[in-house]
């Protein structure tokens, strides 16, 4: 496998630098939100992120039918780890798991209605899976649809029940949303649905999460969803969900974060001085730091794996042949990008020593504060996406053939 850009590649992460220095702005770019930095929650950051669209950044790798230009995914790779990088927002939801789900699935009204708003980036979309009793596994979701024929005589769905851990439902416009339409299937019994986030009869309530974010719980009482917002077939929702899933697991926990926060703990330890005695003398830091970089090497090339991988799935798809999407090369990056950046945090706070507990953005603090909050945010990052273990389970089963209950 060659592991280099070509010298195109090379020269759009170039245009992509210059593009992010002369934007540069920290109410759009703030490396201390960690994963959370890719959210586009403000103002500033939706208009930042318009600009992009006018870039024609934001539809890479779709049709040029549906206003993209039919590029590769390496480039889609190469801007979002820019973007994380600096902390900013990254393409995520819009493009990639609704927009390309729409694409392959979606109707001509759907179509029509939201691909040039998400190209524009002229919506914001929550996702909504996770249910009390159904996280990494998705396929137990029970909101539930209940087929009827609205006052109006529109044909449609009637939806009841709660969703959780909705990061973005607070800010934005429309929902995509797992339903329950066959009780008697777990797996060929989801529909997915669009439902604008301000219809009467949903309720949206905020829960803080450790990381000092916010995400959300989403009530659904009596909420009429009209069959021209039923995405591809009925039931045949957790097919889509799960190949939508494998992007989810790549594009949300890009490397970029991870290697600059081991920049900022290496920098910390060439100067730092603790009894006299500077830090990186001491051999079991010297250790720790030479293992940390070597995994991030791993790390890297995981995902660059997935990348690849991805782009040969793109031509199969193009050319119309039969493909295998990169679901074991997905985990295997999602399992291992994850652990090691909470292994990464673990070592910054023991290497800071006490003052390592203080507050993020404290002047004084080691490393200014950062340590602690990766503590607090990266056990986030091993559960979003399918927890590590559920990634364990699926390389288990995918890539070592071993049986479910093993």
């Known amino acids: 496998m060659d592991f280099e850009f070509t010298p195109e590649q090379q020269q759009f992460a170039v245009d992509v630098k210059e593009f992010l220095d002369a934007n540069d702005d920290p109410d759009v770019f703030d490396v201390t939100r960690e994963n959370m930095a890719q959210i586009v929650d403000t103002p500033k950051r939706r208009a930042f992120m ?43 939801k819009g493009v990639g798991i609704i927009g390309k789900t729409l694409i392959a699935h979606g109707s001509d009204k759907l179509k029509a209605e939201f691909l040039p708003q998400i190209l524009e980036n002229d919506v914001e979309f929550a996702v909504g899976y996770s249910e009390p009793n159904a996280g990494s596994d998705a396929a137990s979701m029970r ?74 719980e989403v009530w659904f009482d009596d909420v009429f969803v009209s069959d021209d917002y039923v995405v591809g077939q009925v039931n045949y929702g957790f097919r889509y969900i799960s190949q939508a899933l494998d992007l989810e697991r790549f594009t949300m926990f890009t490397m970029s974060p991870i290697l600059q926060r081991l920049d ?70 999602k399992l291992f990008a994850t652990e090691l950046s909470k292994r990464l945090a673990d070592a910054a706070m023991d290497i800071g020593g006490p003052g390592s507990q203080l507050r993020v953005k ?45």
């Open 50 to 92: 318009k600009s992009l669209g006018h870039k024609g950044w934001l539809g890479i790798t779709w049709p040029e039918e549906y206003g993209g230009t039919d590029g590769e995914g390496v480039y889609e790779y190469i801007l979002n780890e820019q973007l994380a990088g600096r902390g900013g927002p990254q393409i995520g």
């Open 143 to 216: 909101l539930k649809g209940e087929r009827i024929t609205s006052d109006a005589g529109e044909d449609g769905w009637l939806l009841n029940g709660q969703k959780t851990w909705t990061t973005s439902a607070h800010f934005a416009e429309w929902y995509w949303v797992g339903v329950r339409t066959d009780p008697d299937n777990k797996h060929m019994g989801i529909t997915l649905m669009l439902v604008p986030l301000d219809q009467e009869g949903i309720t949206i309530n905020g829960i803080w999460t450790m990381g000092d974010e916010r995400t959300n």
């Open 264 to 333: 900022l703990l290496t920098d910390y330890v060439k100067t730092a001085v603790r009894d006299g005695e500077p830090l990186r003398n001491d051999p079991k830091i010297r250790a720790r730091l030479a293992q940390l970089h070597t995994e991030a090497e791993v790390a890297r090339v995981m995902g660059l794996k997935f990348v690849a991988e991805a782009v040969k799935v793109e031509y199969l798809v193009k050319a119309g042949k039969p493909y295998q999407p990169p679901t074991v090369e997905a985990s295997e990056y």
């Open 362 to 406: 404290t002047d004084d603090a080691p490393m200014k504060g950062r340590s602690e909050s990766t503590y607090r945010y990266t056990v986030i990052d091993t559960i979003g996406g399918g927890s590590s273990e559920i990634q364990k389970n699926i390389i288990a089963r995918r890539a070592m053939g071993l049986p479910k209950n093993f």
